[in-house]
């Protein structure tokens, strides 16, 4: 059965950072990508970041360029995403999720998902 497990979550105030991690089990996602994804109330479940498992290929929304850092640690099968300077619009439950082979901003196309992790950034 497949799992992932998001953690590190949390509140911070604007500028300050968190990582969140996903531990992954159940099966090889050797040819999957995995992604994080936010869904504040509200809106629509909004892609953050994303990266091939095999390659290490990364993409991320234009709104967290430059401050989040999403790596992989296959040892441990587990996908971490680094947020720095957080900002409260930054505010969301965050989920992580995978899919086969290819990165894909819609979260529609994803097959498997987490519980999901609030992150709140206070002003």
């Known amino acids: 059965q497949v799992q992932l497990v998001e953690s590190g979550g949390g509140s911070v105030q604007a500028g300050g950072s968190l990582r969140l991690s996903c531990a992954a089990s159940g099966r090889s996602f050797s040819t999957h990508v995995m992604g994080w994804f936010r869904q504040a109330p509200g809106k629509e479940r909004g892609f953050v970041a994303a990266?091939?498992?095999?390659?290490?290929?990364?993409d991320y929304a234009d709104s967290v360029k430059g401050r989040f850092t999403i790596s992989r640690d296959n040892a441990k099968n587990t996908v971490y995403l680094q947020m720095n300077s957080l900002k409260p619009e930054d505010t969301a439950v965050y989920y992580c999720a995978a899919k086969s082979w290819v990165i894909d901003k819609n979260y529609k196309n994803y097959n498997y998902w987490g519980q999901g992790t609030q992150v709140t950034v206070s002003s």
């Open positions: 990266i091939s498992w095999n390659v290490g290929i990364t």
